[in-house]
């Protein structure tokens, strides 16, 4: 198959990395990719938002399968576009049309969601920049945390969680007055705060049948013991050690299931990834959000663990023959830490050298903000590279991925030092 894979990050270096193993894949592309995709395939120069121009690529180079990355080109309605286009109706596409993306889209719409379907979450009431005053009043009736989510995308840092009312009331308003966060805070979801233990859970489903991928837990946070301001993704493991046969069962069961019963109830076209955020409380699992993609860093440690052809699944969610494709597990842990750019996530630089490549061994680095010129790797962007290892425990792969890390070498170099670190009691 000839097959392109849309975004620049981790995810989709990972995305290739696994795709890139299968007999079925004969040519495969990225775009636009970064240095690492570019080891594994070609890379393109498309913009994500020029539905066009990758309709171009696609006829000219005879492409059998798109692999969307980002939850942007989802939002945006680019499965519609080719779904509508008979040209490319033999076509195989992994993401949901426009409507079903709106589980990440809106978060107003995903809780909603959750309640016609009886999944787990917390109680929640959306507002708008009219209805502020009864927000503040909302809060006034929960006990702190107080947790704020921009209803719309806001690059995985539209969520504040404040433990003070006042500034959780002023922070309300610089969401939905002063826009804080752009048009995806115009509407803001105020939610009770759950008090657990986050982990994600991924599932594959062609809308109808489902496969269910490696867990995985992953670290928000810039600063170490989860402090400082939201990131894209610090440092992810998988499997997490405190999944045990009955909270297993309680996600199958209480969020997995009627999740996919729900799109298949409600004929929401879905035949792609749905990233389910939970929070274990007591051992019982509460639904924090709903992506339609896969999470970056978490792929960078889920890819790593699945043995069985990625082809071969996805074949069969865009044929709608999931239940006939079992994914196999790798029994081992997978670890991966991030390196960003001095600053981020607030105001970085680019284009730093990076070194130390050929010094790394036991772990597979994954390219996230990278580019090459003039036969250098430079950093371009603020998430730069995600080394990612294996072992026999989350520990032993923790040990492999902090030893690479340290053999990168760039100006500003900055990562977690504790991931995992909340684990280390199981």
Request: net charge negative; charged share 25%.
């Amino acid at each position: 198959m000839n097959i392109l894979i849309l975004g620049s990050g981790g995810r989709e270096h990972a995305f290739a990395w696994k795709l890139n193993q299968s007999p079925k894949t004969n040519q495969l592309f990225i775009a636009p990719g970064n240095a690492g995709t570019a080891l594994l395939g070609e890379n393109v120069p498309l913009a994500l938002n020029e539905f066009d121009e990758i309709a171009n690529f696609v006829r000219a180079n005879q492409i059998d399968m798109i692999l969307v990355g980002p939850e942007a080109p989802l939002v945006d309605g680019i499965v519609d576009y080719f779904r509508e286009a008979t040209e490319f109706s033999k076509l195989k596409i992994i993401g949901p049309a426009k409507y079903g993306a709106r589980l990440e889209g809106s978060k107003e719409f995903a809780k909603e969601f959750m309640m016609r379907n009886q999944v787990p979450t917390a109680r929640f009431k959306s507002f708008t920049a009219s209805t502020l005053t009864e927000g503040q009043s909302f809060l006034e009736n929960l006990k702190p945390p107080y947790v704020l989510k921009a209803d719309g995308l806001a690059g995985g840092k539209g969520v504040l969680i404040l433990n003070d009312l006042e500034e959780a009331k002023l922070e309300l308003k610089t969401m939905l007055v002063d826009a804080k966060f752009g048009a995806a805070s115009s509407n803001v979801v105020i939610e009770e705060y759950l008090d657990g233990i986050e982990m994600s859970v991924f599932v594959l489903t062609d809308g109808a049948n489902y496969q269910i991928l490696p867990e995985a837990k992953d670290y928000k946070r810039i600063g170490e013991g989860d402090t400082g301001l939201n990131t894209g993704g610090m440092g992810a493991v998988s499997p997490v050690p405190f999944m045990n046969d009955q909270l297993e069962q309680r996600i199958k069961n209480k969020i997995v299931e009627p999740s996919v019963r729900g799109l298949k109830d409600e004929g929401i076209d879905y035949k792609g990834f749905l990233f389910i955020g939970l929070m274990i409380v007591d051992n019982e699992p509460f639904v924090i959000e709903y992506n339609v993609r896969m999470g970056d860093p978490e792929t960078e440690v889920v890819m790593p663990r699945i043995k069985s052809d990625m082809v071969d699944h996805l074949i069969a969610c865009a044929d709608g023959t999931l239940d006939t494709s079992v994914v196999e597990f790798e029994q081992n842990a997978a670890t991966t830490v991030m390196l960003v750019a001095e600053g981020y996530p607030e105001a970085y630089e680019k284009g730093k050298e990076m070194t130390g490549f050929d010094h790394l061994g036991d772990c597979i680095a994954f390219h996230a903000g990278t580019k090459m010129e003039n036969g250098k790797i430079l950093t371009n962007g603020g998430r730069i590279l995600s080394i990612s290892a294996l072992g026999e425990n989350f520990k032993d792969a923790l040990a492999k991925s902090y030893r690479n890390a340290d053999r990168i070498k760039y100006e500003g170099k900055y990562y977690r030092k504790d991931i995992g670190f909340d684990l280390m009691e199981y």
